[in-house]
């Protein structure tokens, strides 16, 4: 056989040397130059993930090596998307005590024999290798990365940490305090970080990855050193003073009375960082007792919550080129998200000076992201600026983003009826107006609906498809693929007032604006919800949003529900008028010159604050559920934690309601009611849910 046993053709497609046999899970096969392949092919998925078949498979697979060594073993994925996302999270749930732990022996067993083989061992990644992925490429030699590839341990985002040998095996590759940092914060190290942090021995083309093998097989690749630093973290004394830092800033971001695990690793790290047997050991027990942790049942639950909105977003959409109307912050990103995803954008305003301004933007966000300078150059080709609105007529999908005034966005549709092509889609970013009161001004209604992104919109993943009462379902479904299309989650919703998402959350902005009104200090308030798990408090959030589309949303809402709401504070409107509109401006309630406010959080807090934060948001979010807005309580838990972040260790405030008792909360409602007035009224859907 001539050549290595896989490679990939320029359209996508891999090629196997007719050495190269299936068995399962894996391909294997030796080439010419006996250097032994086996290539992950997890069956039937597009994605590899590493489970106790693939284990048990491999295993058979180092067993033959052992007793017959090739000049070097290699390990690659044929999955053109990557090497490996991780473990295989759907066994998780099935694992008892004794299971997780006897399962993880297995897995370090093996681990641990390909780690001995005596010959050279190589992995070859493209794309991700997470998790899993990522500790079966740390059991090798060398890790040969093809341009573009990542590595990361997300474990953190499911209250864990690294189970099979991660936790001692990337502090003893790299510096120690930069591979805890990656497993603490769950951070993805990109081609260029992996190579000069050492976790990449080297970083090649496809073409050359035949040459790299080679190399690695005879010696040729350098590998660096850890340095100083990682002799000095050898002593307690020294590894304990870093721990303690660890800690703290941990503390800050993740506290350890919600999220155990980052905590429990800095124990594993500190107390045997010089052992690694002992690590190893306190690896598999500590894993073992996360996963019982509700913490890490709750996060399970929203990876498999994302996954069914990610479910709603496949399939064809039809749109390949789109046409946004408004070149402000959100129409500028919804365009740029849309042309790194391949889709051909035009993008139009009445001022020329925003445009110039989105297509800058567009490059900041292509860095963010990591794209190539290839990919950048591309993704920017895609995204043309269109002031006179050309592209409107060959546009499949025209999404408006004006600002948010119905006389403003029916002139925009009066001046689309003539130019819009025959079966295209208009669609509004509106956050708050009417999809149906839109509805009557558009060119074709069937063919209309709302496309509610967040802000901002290359970091918030949730799209609210909105149907009106005249939207077909043609048209639900291709936005909602379109969503997925771009890399979003889609969540279709009814038209309703807010929403599902500002339905819910603006309750919680504008009892925090009441409870100033009443002499709280904001950063009482804000405390009072980090400390229940949201990732910023409420004042924080509403500077982030922006205090103007706050207010806009809070009269609109006024205006169109039937349960009264808080009184809008006069502050809020002062603050408008003035200009001093949050982060965008600079000054709202905090001032954000010298970045993001951090209010703490060990102040003491007034009676029923937390209550009168979260279970207003709980209410609507049954409110939402009983007018049929929202599917069910799976999509309501999906779409606050993946809009606004809420508290995901909670499991989503539906989730949240049956643990704390479906009865109790409208209990603690109608006490809140006497106290402080109609808005907090139980609504009527709470007798449902029992």
């Known amino acids: 056989m001539t050549g290595p046993v896989l490679s990939y053709l320029e359209d996508g497609m891999i090629e196997l040397g007719p050495v190269g046999e299936a068995e399962g899970n894996w391909r294997s096969g030796t080439d010419e130059d006996g250097i032994l392949w086996l290539v992950l092919d997890k069956t039937g998925t597009g994605t590899n993930t590493i489970s106790q078949g693939v284990i048990r498979e491999l295993e058979t697979h180092v067993a033959a090596a052992e007793s017959d060594l090739p000049k070097a073993l290699v390990i690659r994925s044929a999955?053109?998307?990557?090497?490996?996302?991780g473990a295989d999270i759907t066994?998780?749930?099935?694992?008892?005590?004794e299971g997780a732990a006897d399962l993880l022996r297995q897995g370090h067993d093996v681990l641990d024999r390909i780690e001995a083989l005596n010959c050279p061992?190589?992995?070859?990644?493209?794309?991700?290798?997470?998790?899993?992925?990522f500790e079966l490429a740390l059991a090798c030699d060398y890790r040969i990365a093809v341009d573009g590839a990542s590595f990361g341990f997300p474990e953190v985002q499911l209250g864990l940490h690294p189970g099979l040998g991660g936790t001692f095996r990337l502090p003893a590759l790299i510096d120690p305090t930069e591979a805890m940092t990656l497993m603490l914060t769950g951070k993805t190290a990109h081609t260029k970080k992996a190579k000069s942090l050492g976790i990449a021995d080297a970083v090649v083309r496809e073409r050359h990855v035949a040459a790299a093998v080679r190399a690695a097989a005879n010696g040729e690749i350098e590998r660096q050193s850890q340095g100083l630093k990682a002799q000095a973290l050898s002593f307690d004394q020294a590894r304990g003073l870093v721990a303690r830092k660890m800690r703290s800033e941990t503390e800050k971001k993740a506290p350890k009375e919600h999220y155990p695990a980052p905590h429990a690793l800095i124990d594993l790290w500190e107390e045997h960082g010089d052992d690694r047997k002992e690590m190893q050991r306190a690896e598999i027990e500590s894993f073992a007792a996360l996963l019982k942790t509700d913490t890490s049942e709750n996060l399970r639950r929203v990876f498999f919550l994302q996954q069914k909105l990610k479910e709603a977003g496949r399939g064809e959409d039809g749109i390949s080129h789109v046409h946004v109307i408004g070149a402000g912050a959100m129409g500028g990103e919804i365009a740029a998200m849309a042309a790194i995803k391949g889709k051909t954008v035009t993008l139009g305003d009445v001022e020329t000076e925003p445009l110039g301004k989105a297509v800058k933007q567009?490059?900041?966000i292509c860095e963010k992201k990591h794209l190539s300078r290839i990919e950048t150059r591309d993704a920017l080709d895609r995204l043309m600026p269109d002031p006179k609105g050309y592209g409107i007529a060959r546009a499949d999908l025209v999404i408006e983003a004006a600002p948010e005034t119905v006389e403003i966005k029916r002139k925009i549709y009066d001046g689309l009826k003539d130019r819009m092509k025959k079966g295209a889609i208009l669609a509004t970013n509106t956050s708050s107006l009417s999809v149906d009161e839109l509805a009557a001004h558009a060119p074709v209604k069937t063919r209309f609906a709302g496309l509610h992104f967040f802000n901002p919109v290359s970091q918030i993943d949730l799209v609210e498809v909105v149907g009106g009462t005249k939207t077909d379902k043609n048209t639900a479904d291709r936005l909602a693929a379109f969503c997925g299309a771009i890399g979003k989650l889609p969540a279709k919703v009814a038209d309703y007032p807010g929403f599902v998402?500002?339905?819910?959350?603006?309750?919680?902005?504008m009892e925090a604006m009441v409870l100033m009104d009443e002499g709280v200090p904001k950063e009482v308030i804000d405390s009072a919800a980090l400390r229940f798990g949201m990732p910023m408090g409420p004042v924080t959030l509403a500077d982030q949003v922006g205090l103007d589309i706050c207010l806009h949303v809070a009269e609109s809402l006024r205006e169109t529900l039937d349960k009264p709401m808080a009184e809008i504070s006069s502050d809020l409107r002062h603050k408008v008028d003035a200009g001093k509109l949050g982060k965008k401006s600079g000054q709202g309630f905090y001032d954000w010159s010298d970045g993001t406010p951090h209010p703490q959080t060990d102040r003491d807090l007034p009676e029923d604050i937390t209550d009168r934060l979260i279970l207003p948001m709980?209410?609507?979010c049954?409110?939402?559920l009983r007018k049929d807005v929202a599917q069910d309580e799976d999509q309501v838990d999906a779409a606050m934690i993946f809009a606004t972040g809420w508290a995901p260790f909670r499991g989503g405030p539906m989730h949240y309601a049956h643990a704390r008792g479906v009865d109790e909360i409208p209990r603690r409602l109608k006490e809140l009611q006497g106290k402080y007035g109609d808005r907090f009224a139980p609504d009527d859907g709470w007798g449902a849910l029992g």
């Open 79 to 85: 999955k053109p998307k990557g090497f490996a996302a």
């Open 91 to 97: 066994s998780f749930d099935a694992m008892s005590d």
């Open 121 to 133: 061992t190589i992995c070859v990644v493209h794309g991700a290798a997470l998790g899993a992925g």
């Open 362 to 364: 567009a490059g900041n």
């Open 501 to 509: 998402v500002n339905r819910a959350l603006t309750p919680y902005l």
């Open 618 to 620: 709980l209410d609507a």
């Open 622 to 624: 049954v409110e939402v």
